[in-house]
């Protein structure tokens, strides 16, 4: 069983930055692929960035280059830095866990925090 908590998230002007954190409970946290999904209003939640447990790292073309996931597994968080944000980034942000196996289907993650508001104004 895993426990996830979001924080980090708030309003922004567009090419500001944000850093989102996660922090997980459970013993066997460095085991899990963990992720960073996105939902903005009307729209289905939508991949964001993957980090396996050994810290290789996959992007959606949407923010590859301007997002780096990581992860420290000593103290049970993995974390999103978010830079050059645009409005349409706007979106509650949710972490997410999942066997090593999991990689861009929501439906693939087990265990999901409640998720963080991060609005980006134009």
């Known amino acids: 069983q895993v426990q996830l908590a979001e924080s980090g998230g708030g309003l922004v002007q567009a090419g500001g930055s944000l850093r989102l954190s996660c922090a997980a409970s459970?013993?066997?946290?460095?085991?899990?692929?963990m992720a960073w999904f996105r939902q903005a209003p009307g729209k289905e939640r939508e991949f964001v960035a993957r980090?396996?447990?050994?810290?290789?790292?996959y992007y959606a073309d949407s923010v590859k280059g301007r997002f780096t996931i990581s992860r420290d597994n000593g103290k049970n968080t993995v974390s999103l830095q978010m830079n050059n944000l645009k409005p349409e980034d706007t979106a509650v942000y949710y972490c997410?866990?999942?066997?090593?196996?999991?990689?861009?289907?929501?439906?693939?993650?087990?265990?999901w925090g409640q998720g963080t508001q991060v609005t980006v104004s134009s």
């Open positions: 459970g013993r066997t946290f460095s085991n899990y692929a």
């Open positions: 980090i396996s447990s050994g810290g290789s790292t």
């Open positions: 997410a866990a999942g066997r090593g196996t999991a990689w861009t289907k929501s439906t693939e993650y087990y265990y």
